[in-house]
């Protein structure tokens, strides 16, 4: 064959290559099409429906589902859109749904486990093979459809304070969220009818003492129950607090502009307003030096006072520096006090302290030991080289020197991979705690008792672990400790089938750690633990704790007037005398007694001064961290850490389980 002959044979062989990559390519096109077309039917066959029936600590979402098509097994999943390729959790639950049925099941996520609320919740139906049968999203479906908060102005002079609203532009921060402010107008005929619906209320140059008495114990009630309540005074202070008895704030003196030298935040100058002097009756409130504003939580809201009227403001450029920053500030004061909303402001501790114990846990614990691995790679190291030499020159066989090599290679991996199984390299890891409350009573939190777990595995490959029975839900303790880096490919995930609850993970790397908390209804003990203490300013607290429980405590903590004392040793049935205290925070330096605990008493076993209960005291300050977050500490409280424990995960793999079992008294 000549060259033209073999030109014009790879030509036809490159046309015939380009026309079957163009066919292929249609068929493809058609393929696709005809599956997206019946993704879009299948959207048809299925009715989605989705309620918030609770928010308090776990989101709670009862779905409803209705076929009109074919019989239908497969996956429900649960998911929050970001703004990133990859989902942090998938909250998956295993159903079958025959045709022309209805089923109606909830899905809990806990509060500590979303980053934000204001993202959509979608619902995606999974076929077995994981294809999509029927998606449908919920815009922000956690805010119960919220999408302002309302501000309401009690006032005489409500057209001079319409700035609160930023000029319809502003927002405010509000639970983790931002929302523009919507302004309500009130006056004695609406102002019960709309209490309920405000997240904020502004009395200013109003006299309350006109109000019914029945309006006024409404307007209590209200913040007692998460509103915030904002009081503006000045020259018109008697008059606004005449009917607000229950503040226990009085106007000492009226102080004209003249008398004035302070300097407010905001960067103008209060000299140019009549200020109020304000006396606090009960010593409740907190007092900005600067501004005199004076700020306190009131039952699960926050109460607010200026020392000013917020309708004399005026001009913003002659008093205030911006009316944004300023407006922002004066709500943010009260929003920084809302009990309802220190899960947000908290959030951040959590995922600090929390992680930080966390990473604490297996220091002290034999159980990932490399002791043997590493004289295995030792001894190897030695034998292949100039042992195995002398051996085979003894035996007059230098010649199988390099055939002998790769043998005594392939028996030190066997031997290392069979002793890593042993130390459970190579299975999932997880340390657990449980933190449960021994009076029985629910704390007024609707997660009840809780366990933390931190889970690793080596491997790169997903997997999951079987929660023990008692548990009802489960999620990541960081909402966004993951954003991930892979398209379409989800980090942690939560799976219900028939009645058992499943945590898994899906990671980028070996040893990537997994933080997770599960949550039970279910008491493990039944036992009590009871006090009998005194306190003095010279010497702290005095008395005895006694172990009414079936436990040994290897240590327990006491709380007593926000001072942590620490002790060693009560085991069930004892009493012990608290004389020899290990540590106490009553000198701390930081803000909180969980932050001293973590950054003074633990940092004294990272650096191995009492490194031999390492785990112990990361379980304490797991289960300190979860009390000091759910309960009003203005009682004693008494916190005991065990290593007899339940298990919280039924499945293969390798769990160190600790408890913290608590009393309020």
């Known amino acids: 064959m000549d060259m033209r002959n073999k030109g014009k044979a790879g030509n036809r062989f490159w046309v015939v290559l380009i026309l079957g990559m163009l066919f292929g390519s249609m068929l493809l096109g058609r393929t696709c099409l005809a599956a997206e077309e019946a993704s879009r039917s299948g959207n048809k066959e299925f009715d989605i429906d989705a309620r918030l029936l609770s928010q308090d600590d776990i989101y709670t979402i009862q779905l409803t589902l209705h076929n009109r098509g074919e019989d239908w097994e497969g996956t429900v999943r649960v998911s929050l859109e970001n703004n990133y390729d990859s989902l942090n959790c998938v909250y998956d639950t295993v159903i079958a749904l025959p045709q022309g049925s209805t089923k109606q099941f909830a899905v809990s996520i806990p509060v500590n486990s979303v980053e934000d609320r204001s993202k959509t919740v979608k619902v995606t139906l999974l076929d077995k093979k994981g294809r999509v049968a029927a998606e449908k999203g919920f815009k922000r479906f956690l805010l119960d459809g919220a999408d302002s908060v309302s501000l309401g102005i009690l006032s005489d002079s409500y057209r001079a304070l319409t700035y609160l609203d930023m000029g319809g532009e502003g927002v405010v921060y509000y639970g983790g969220v931002e929302y523009p402010i919507d302004l309500v107008e009130l006056d004695q005929d609406n102002l019960m009818g709309s209490l309920d619906l405000l997240t904020f ?42 009917g607000l008895d229950f503040l226990d704030v009085e106007c000492v003196r009226i102080n004209e502009p003249a008398e004035n030298v302070s300097e407010s935040d905001g960067g103008g100058s ?322 909180t007694l969980i932050e001293a605990y973590r950054h003074d008493y633990m940092s004294d076993y990272v650096f191995g001064r009492r490194g031999k209960d390492y785990d112990e005291i990361a379980a304490l300050g797991t289960g300190i961290w979860e009390v000091f977050s759910r309960e009003d500490l203005s009682g004693t409280v008494i916190i005991g850490v065990t290593r007899n424990w339940e298990k919280a995960v039924d499945d293969d793999c390798g769990e160190t389980a600790y408890g913290c079992l608590y009393a309020v008294q």
């Not at 009395?203 to 309006?215: M, P």
């Not at 007059?396 to 028996?411: E, F, I, N, Q």
């Not at 009573?441 to 029975?469: I, M």
Request: hydrophobic content about 35%; overall charge negative; charged content about 20%.
């Open 270 to 591: 209060l000299e140019q307003l009549t200020l109020a002097e304000l006396k606090d009756s009960a010593g409740r409130y907190n007092t900005d030096k600067d501004s005199m504003i004076m700020v306190s939580s009131w039952g699960d809201g926050a109460v607010e006072l200026v020392p000013y009227a917020l309708s004399d403001l005026g001009d913003p450029d002659q008093v205030i520096n911006g009316w944004d920053s300023y407006v922002w500030e004066l709500l943010h004061n009260a929003n920084n006090y809302v009990k309802n909303l220190d899960y947000y402001s908290s959030y951040y501790d959590l995922d600090y302290i929390i992680r930080g114990i966390f990473r604490s846990f297996g220091n002290g614990s034999g159980s990932l030991n490399f002791g043997v691995l590493k004289w295995i790679v030792v001894l190897y190291a030695v034998f292949v080289g100039p042992i195995l030499y002398l051996i085979l020159r003894a035996m007059k066989r230098r010649d199988w020197y390099w055939g002998a090599v790769p043998a005594t290679v392939l028996v030190g991996v066997l031997l290392v991979y069979f002793a890593g199984r042993g130390f459970e390299v190579v299975n999932t890891r997880v340390y657990s705690v449980t933190v449960e409350k021994l009076s029985g009573q629910n704390t007024g939190k609707s997660l009840g008792n809780v366990t933390y777990l931190h889970c690793y595995d080596a491997d790169y490959r997903e997997w999951e672990l079987r929660l023990a029975e008692r548990y009802d839900y489960a999620g990541p303790v960081f909402g966004n400790f993951y954003y991930g880096a892979v398209k379409d490919k989800y980090h942690y995930r939560i799976c219900r089938e028939g009645d058992r609850v499943f945590l898994g993970m899906n990671p980028d790397r070996g040893f990537e750690d997994g933080y997770f908390v599960a949550g039970t209804s279910q008491n493990m003990e039944t036992g009590t633990i009871s006090s009998d203490l005194t306190t003095s300013a010279l010497r702290g607290i005095t008395g005895t704790v006694t172990n009414g429980t079936s436990r040994d405590f290897q240590y327990f903590a006491v709380i007593n007037d926000n001072v942590l004392y620490i002790y060693e040793n009560l085991p069930a049935g004892e009493t012990h005398t608290l004389e020899q205290v290990v540590y106490t925070s009553g000198q701390q330096s930081y803000d």
């Open 201 to 242: 209320l502004v009395i200013d140059d109003y006299n309350t003492g006109f109000l019914a008495d029945a309006a006024l114990e409404r307007i209590q009630e209200w913040v007692d129950r998460g509103g915030m309540l904002i009081v503006g005074t000045g020259e018109h202070a008697e008059e606004t607090l005449s």
